[in-house]
């Protein structure tokens, strides 16, 4: 079914994160009439001041929009706030990306990851069920966040959605398996139109300083060393988050459609998709150009002395070493195909964060 993203309402969830708020710009850029509610408990996982700057950003971006914005400050674990949010807006596009992300962090606080992942992500479920109680028309398109990381140590490479992904190698990655599982339940249950969206290293402007590319620009602008896992044995399918949003916003608008079995009862108008650059690059190689972009924004001096800081090491429990869509689902159904090379996105990282910290 097409969605007119134009005088909709539209809940993001986890929108002063990272893609979260770049969505929010977007759309505040390129729609009109419509009323963008954004929800997050800008919890201190990282510093919330990167949050709070990505709020500016949106309200900078409010400006010159033709649509709305409200932010909420709340957690979706709040059952209540949940309810209350959906029974005053009535969204009928949902996005939820609101989680506790990382791998790493899920290994020592595993809590955070059941409080947001599950309890939280259930509570969106809940409430997209009742959005449709007294007849009205309610949630039309639920998208929410899956994770590259379900397809753990998978071999078969690219990871494809028809792989068998019951082996996760973290709690982040059972939570978001479980994510698509329970969403898959409530689309049958109560037909909601639903799409899990895998997405593959995200990096960028105003990005997550718990990930590689930033945490290594930190650690260097500071002269201190970074550690590259597995000897530096690693590829990833990074995708830039101007790319990101692009196919958030595409998938958006496509919702499965509502059908009816044989059997009267509906055919799950459920969805999932890898959104990834399908050509996944060796970490070194990452590496050596973030150290080339961050001289050319001026970050870090000409004569940086790289070799002295970078630090080897083996495999993190947790960690995978090869990541790498298949995007030809989201290419034949919504035209999606990545369009940023890794030198133009961390060229845009750099310039971003040399902006950034001069303050
Ligand atoms: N960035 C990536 O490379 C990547 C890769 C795979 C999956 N994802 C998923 O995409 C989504 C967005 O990721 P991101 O990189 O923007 O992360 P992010 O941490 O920057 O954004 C998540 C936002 O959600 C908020 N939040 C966390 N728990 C919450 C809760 N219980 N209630 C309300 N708000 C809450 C946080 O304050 C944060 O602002 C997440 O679900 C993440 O797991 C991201």
């Not at 069920?129 to 949630?139: F, K, Q």
């Amino acid at each position: 079914m097409q969605i007119d993203l134009n005088g909709k309402r539209i809940l993001i969830t986890g929108a002063a994160g990272f893609i979260g708020a770049h969505l929010a710009i977007r759309l505040l850029n390129e729609t009109e009439g419509a009323e963008i509610i954004g929800l997050d408990s800008m919890n201190d996982y990282y510093d919330p001041s990167l949050k709070e700057h990505r709020l500016d950003l949106i309200n900078e971006a409010v400006k010159s929009s033709k649509s709305a914005f409200k932010f909420i400050k709340g957690n979706i674990a709040d059952k209540s706030l949940i309810d209350e949010v959906f029974t005053l807006y009535k969204p009928g596009v949902v996005v939820n990306l609101a989680a506790q992300a990382g791998v790493r962090y899920s290994i020592d606080h595993p809590e955070a990851y059941i409080e947001a992942n599950i309890i939280g992500f259930f509570n969106i479920l809940e409430a997209c069920r009742h959005s449709y109680d007294n007849s009205d028309a309610g949630v039309e398109h639920l998208v929410y966040a899956s994770s590259s990381s379900v397809y753990g140590g998978n071999k078969k490479i690219p990871f494809s959605t028809d792989d068998k992904v019951d082996n996760p190698v973290s709690l982040y990655a059972a939570t978001k398996k479980s994510n698509e599982l329970l969403a898959h339940a409530y689309s049958k249950l109560y037909n909601i139109p639903s799409t899990g969206l895998r997405f593959f290293t995200v990096y960028g402007p105003a990005g997550r300083p718990d990930m590689f590319a930033f945490s290594a620009t930190n650690r260097l602008a500071e002269g201190k060393d970074i550690t590259i896992f597995n000897y530096g044995n690693m590829k990833r399918d990074f995708t830039y988050v101007d790319d990101i949003v692009e196919g958030v916003i595409r998938v958006m608008c496509g919702a499965p459609d509502r059908q009816n079995g044989e059997d009267g009862l509906p055919i799950p108008p459920y969805a999932v998709y890898n959104i990834g650059g399908g050509h996944p690059e060796n970490l070194m190689d990452f590496i050596n150009t973030l150290q080339e972009e961050l001289v050319r924004a001026g970050v870090l001096p000409q004569d940086y002395d790289f070799e002295a800081h970078r630090k080897f090491a083996p495999m993190q429990p947790g960690d995978v070493p090869v990541t790498y869509a298949d995007p030809t689902a989201l290419e034949e159904k919504f035209g999606f195909k990545p369009k940023i090379e890794i030198r133009e996105g961390l060229r845009k990282f750099a310039e971003w964060y040399k902006e950034y910290y001069k303050k």
